[in-house]
């Protein structure tokens, strides 16, 4: 489709208003949408592509823009040098000065960029991860985190099959293939709109990563158990933990905010699941939660992270967050997971992920929890996996899932038993 000037306008505009915006990306353009319901479905497709592009390169595209880093130009950078339109189809965005800077803006050589320019990294997150990968290897990670996510599903086992829902996908016109590892996990081809199809208003199928998926294995609840999903959000690993379970035992969604929680309701009410309690929380010291003191069989700490593992589908992260906002976070993953392992019985497990890449956020706050808790023991997380016929390459008793290795949003996680 091509690039009208009405079309760059609006591109231009939600550019400028995400430069300026705290917010998450995906609101601020969700926003942006509704109040211009003139576009239609494959116009917004076009701005958004354009739009989440800038906010992926922006390191290397402030680069080319030289001393004038505006929307215009940082859209128009964008469009020339990293989704290559030439002359002809830039012609109609032009101004008459463009010309000039443009064809430098092309010339300029990212090789001789610092490598965190280069990875589109903000220089603090680039020299972070460099203490964790070898160069080469985070080369390979930032170009992954650098690419648009692929749109996966998961199939509710209580409601179908993953053989019936292909079939059902592939006659609907939606082609697709099995997840590389989630026995549940379908990968579709492209961004099909999915909000009115039968197997979505039926419950049927989830969107839902694949890495995602994995947690609820690695956590792997039985039928009859009481398990926790602790900071459940808008559900989507609740639900795949109540349909593990066959819908049989009692499984807690605690959340602290309420809105997060009401975004689970109507997907429950598809799924068919009848064991799921959410209730909202006040903070991690609820009485809700000391009442379960030692009771559970289970229980998942997705914990608030800096998201970092999932710039593919929120590129705007990486320039939102920051050491400072990182640090907090530690502070708050330490304390959410000593009391959430409070609820763990003896025997029990407790799982605790993020969807960071900084070992701040990951290695140190399990290692920090260990060393004050001689009663828990990691469970390998290959072995937890490979018995439910899972095989994850380069996994071992610590869970790390990598784009460029497993192409799934960036995981970390760990399995610990109550001895």
């Known amino acids: 489709m091509r690039f009208t000037p009405v079309l760059f306008r609006h591109a231009e505009m939600l550019v400028s208003e995400l430069l300026r915006s705290s917010f998450p990306a995906d609101a601020v353009v969700s926003r942006y949408f509704r109040d211009h319901r003139e576009l239609g479905h494959a116009d917004r497709g076009v701005i958004a592509e354009a739009v989440y592009s800038v906010l992926r390169h922006r390191r290397s595209l402030i680069a080319r823009c030289f001393d004038e880093t505006s929307a215009r130009r940082l859209l128009l950078a964008d469009l020339a040098c990293v989704q290559g339109l030439n002359r002809r189809e830039l012609e109609p965005l032009l101004t008459q000065p ?11 050589k990212l090789e001789d960029q610092s490598p965190a320019v280069r990875a589109e990294m903000p220089d ?34 209580i409601k179908a099959d993953r053989e019936d829902v292909f079939a059902k996908l592939l006659a609907s016109g939606v082609a697709a293939e099995a997840c590389r590892y989630s026995p549940l996990g379908i990968r579709l081809s492209g961004k099909p709109s999915l909000a009115r199809h ?13 890495g995602s998926q994995l947690l609820g294995f690695l956590l792997q609840p039985k039928r009859g158990e009481m398990v926790a999903d602790f900071c459940a959000g808008a559900g989507g690993k609740t639900l795949l933990l109540g349909a593990l379970m066959r819908s049989q035992g009692r499984l807690y969604a605690f959340d602290v ?9 109507p997907r429950l009410a598809r799924s068919g699941l009848s064991n799921v309690h959410p209730a909202r929380i006040e903070s991690e010291n609820d009485v809700k939660i000391k009442r379960l003191a030692g009771k559970l069989d289970r229980v998942l700490v997705d914990a608030p992270c800096s998201g970092l593992g999932t710039l593919r589908r929120n590129p705007d992260l990486k320039w939102r967050q920051t050491p400072e906002s990182v640090a907090e976070l530690v502070v708050k993953q330490g304390a959410i997971l000593e009391a959430a392992s ?21 290695d140190d706050i399990v290692s920090a929890f260990l060393d004050r808790h001689a009663d828990f023991a990691v469970l390998p997380a290959a072995d937890v996996l490979s018995k439910q016929g899972i095989h994850l390459d380069g996994v071992g008793e610590r869970m790390q899932l990598l784009p460029h290795l497993h192409q799934t949003d960036g995981f970390f996680a760990v399995a610990m038993e109550r001895q």
């Not at 463009?98 to 300029?108: F, H, M, T």
């Not at 197997?199 to 839902?208: C, K, P, R």
């Open 98 to 108: 463009d010309g000039k800077w443009l064809a430098e803006a092309k010339a300029l």
């Open 342 to 362: 409070g609820m763990v019985k003896k025997g029990g497990r407790l799982v605790y992920a993020t969807c960071s890449l900084l070992r701040a956020e990951n």
């Open 198 to 210: 039968p197997l979505f208003l039926d419950g049927s199928v989830e969107v839902q990563d694949e």
């Open 124 to 157: 603090w997150l680039y020299d972070a991860l460099l203490t964790q990968f070898e160069p080469g290897e985070l080369e390979k990670l930032a170009k992954a985190l650098n690419q648009p996510a692929p749109l996966d599903l998961r199939v509710n086992p």
């Open 257 to 265: 905010a309420e809105k997060r929680l009401a975004k689970l309701k």
